[in-house]
């Protein structure tokens, strides 16, 4: 499984391309300036926080630049319920998946339709996970990781699946288990702050992670679903 990070700096950078961590960027910072030295890169859309995300419009202008040799950009999605809580709205991002997914193909990108809490009740769900080249697991936290039937359903049509806010070890593990073939997370930010006694555990201790999930194995004949043919997101 390929970890994606969402953050990183000058100073940690060396670290994490020798190690294979790829990079996730968004609109609203300056990532995008560094795809290239990455070993893999994917886009994803800034649509978490309504309030900040640059619209449809301007996030189109946005993935227009991107290099094409990212791996996947995320279409913007409905990432939040009426109260503001994670969740969604899988009908709303499935709307806006049919609208903005087209566009985004002709440009040369591959895409991703995000995965939200009550996509599975859906009766059109095989019919979406067709139509992406991605599945991104998006959602509340305790649906993605109830999430395994949609993630399986999703490997065995051959498609590579991605979940984001992975920013833990256990939720590393987790993500892997479940079959996902790449993840992404903002963790080395907190990572990086200075504890109260002084101390940070800095980019070493995401190393650490990516190290031990990569040395633990997976039993054989655990899954049944097919690994897609892709090198993008070979380990």
């Not at 087209?102 to 991703?112: D, L, S």
Request: proline share 6%; aromatic share 6%.
């Amino acid at each position: 499984m390929r970890y994606l990070s969402g953050c990183t700096n000058d100073t940690d950078e060396p670290a994490l391309i020798a190690a294979g961590i790829g990079l996730m960027v968004q609109p609203g910072n300056s990532y995008v300036r560094r795809i290239d030295r990455y070993p893999m890169a994917a886009a994803d859309n800034g649509a978490l926080n309504p309030e900040t995300y640059i619209g449809d419009d301007r996030w189109l202008e946005w993935c227009d630049r991107l290099p094409r040799s990212v791996a996947f950009v995320v279409v913007p999605d409905v990432a939040r319920r009426p109260d503001g809580s994670l969740g969604g709205d899988p009908v709303a991002t499935w709307a806006k998946f049919q609208e903005l997914a087209p566009v985004v193909k002709e440009m040369g990108h591959h895409v991703a339709l995000a995965a939200q809490d009550g996509i599975e009740l859906m009766p059109n769900l095989h019919e979406q996970i067709e139509a992406c080249d991605v599945l991104f697991i998006a959602g509340s936290t305790d649906w993605k990781l109830a999430a395994w039937p949609i993630v399986r359903m999703a490997r065995n049509m051959g498609k590579p699946v991605h979940m984001g806010r992975v920013n833990s070890l256990r939720r590393l593990q987790t993500a892997r288990l479940m079959g996902c073939t790449s993840a992404d997370g903002t963790q080395l930010r907190y990572l990086n702050r200075t504890r109260a006694d002084g101390t940070r555990r800095g980019v070493a201790e995401l190393l650490r992670q990516v190290e031990v999930l990569n040395q633990t194995p997976v039993l054989p004949g655990l899954f049944q679903f097919e690994v897609p043919n892709d090198r993008r997101f070979a380990s």
